[in-house]
């Protein structure tokens, strides 16, 4: 008699701390999941394509292992270049961790990056064939991180990982687009001051790549390079040459090349390698007048200038 009575005072005991728990326990589980500390709860839709794992879902803590062992097997897929077999590990992988960057990023990656271009060396596939699977893959890309941002919309992180490849001249670029994603991240609160600067550096980076934009893209650098000079770099430098040079932009102020690169023989520098790559981005206005103007007026010799003098006449 006295045991049962024992086991029920115990029982009540323990179903009393419980409950007075219970308060501390919620408010606990709540904060970890604002924090993202612990994966959020799943909808049954996501417990349903989780097949097997599913009971991983009831137990919070063990997601994130769940995920790593994973994501260690898709090596062997990527090896065998199995793009379907990773394509469907990393659906539930992000399902199982939705807050690690590193998932979202090397799902992307498989399939925008080594399945789209795995799929251009394919003979089985026509010329025409090969550049629609190659777009197809990185669409597939795209999306895998329009949701990570969907999922994540409070972190640069997603935003920039969305716009880099989006603006990969390599990967079907769409600049637009690029800029208004980069654009989303300086909506962010609390945003620190490192981000912001190469953010809208980056912003106008893809600017220089839609040429109709060229007078919001002038305007945009000229902003910049007089509002700090965290800004005075090559970029936003000659940015404001080109669009001073540009034929259809109304000018507010014209600058000289030495208020824009700080020197003439900074300018004469940098605008010596954006001739160079003067086939990347917009038309170069004004480059080959300065980088000419330059050189006679620091007395370049001829064998080390861009563009030396022509004889007038032969011997």
Request: glycine fraction near 2%; aromatic fraction near 10%.
């Amino acid at each position: 008699m006295n045991r049962f009575l024992n086991i029920i005072i115990i029982l009540a005991v323990l179903g009393v701390a419980g409950w007075l728990k219970m308060p501390y326990e919620q408010k606990l589980s709540k904060e970890l999941h604002a924090r993202k500390l612990v994966p959020p709860s799943l909808s049954l839709k996501d417990r349903t394509r989780l097949k097997q794992k599913a009971f991983v879902a009831t137990y919070g803590s063990l997601r994130p292992t769940i995920a790593a062992f994973m994501s260690v097997r898709t090596t062997r897929y990527h090896s065998d270049q199995e793009w379907d077999k990773i394509e469907n590990s990393f659906e539930e992988i992000v399902l199982l961790d939705p807050y690690n960057f590193y998932y979202w990023d090397m799902a992307s990656w498989h399939m925008a990056s080594n399945a789209a271009v795995d799929k251009q060396d394919d003979d089985s596939l026509t010329e025409v064939g090969k550049q629609r699977v190659f777009k197809e893959y990185i669409q597939k890309g795209r999306d895998i991180l329009d949701q990570a941002v969907k999922v994540n919309p409070d972190e640069w992180k997603f935003y920039d990982l969305k716009a880099r490849l989006l603006s990969n001249r390599y990967r079907n670029p769409d600049y637009a687009a690029a800029v208004e994603t980069y654009r989303n991240i300086l909506e962010l609160p609390d945003l620190p001051e490192v981000v912001q600067v190469v953010t809208e550096l980056k912003i106008l980076f893809c600017m220089q790549h839609l040429p109709k934009r060229h007078q919001e893209s002038y305007d945009f650098a000229l902003e910049l390079h007089h509002r700090s000079s965290q800004y005075r770099v090559p970029t936003v430098e000659n940015e404001i040459l080109i669009g001073q040079n540009h034929p259809l932009n109304k000018v507010s102020q014209r600058m000289t090349l030495a208020e824009i690169y700080g020197s003439d023989k900074e300018a004469y520098k940098t605008l010596r390698i954006k001739w160079q790559r003067r086939k990347l981005g917009q038309k170069p206005y004004g480059v080959k007048q300065a980088i000419e103007e330059l050189e006679n007026k620091l007395r370049v010799p001829q064998q080390k200038r861009v563009f030396p003098h022509k004889p007038l006449f032969m011997k």
